[in-house]
């Protein structure tokens, strides 16, 4: 059973940082995509950054340059590095471990809430 667990959220103040953890298990971070999404109130999921198997990274337009993802396959933990941040960038943001072939799974955190405001 796959679990992950979302850390680091908080209160920043515009233009702070954060780094947010998602601890997995019953997988290894390392044999699937992982991504970090956010979800805004009253708006839909989005995808902030992803990160393949082999390491390739993508990131949303409004967070590139300013947000950075990685893996520590060694403590099975994906990172999302936040700098600069911006009011909107205020969100729950959710961890997510998906993997196509066998075995297959698609699995999500419980989220941490990250607000920006001053």
């Known amino acids: 059973q796959v679990q992950l667990v979302e850390s680091g959220g908080g209160l920043v103040q515009p233009g702070g940082s954060l780094r947010l953890s998602c601890a997995a298990s019953?997988?290894?971070?390392?044999?699937?995509?992982m991504g970090w999404y956010r979800q805004a109130p009253g708006k839909q999921r989005e995808l902030v950054a992803n990160i393949a198997r082999y390491g390739g990274t993508n990131y949303a337009d409004s967070v590139k340059g300013r947000f950075t993802i990685s893996r520590d396959n060694a403590k099975n933990t994906v990172y999302l590095q936040m700098n600069s941040l911006k009011p909107e960038d205020t969100a729950v943001y959710y961890c997510?471990?998906?993997?196509?072939?066998?075995?297959?799974?698609?699995?999500w955190g419980q989220g941490t809430q990250v607000t920006v405001s001053s």
């Open positions: 019953g997988i290894t971070v390392s044999i699937a995509a």
């Open positions: 997510n471990a998906k993997r196509t072939v066998w075995p297959i799974f698609d699995s």
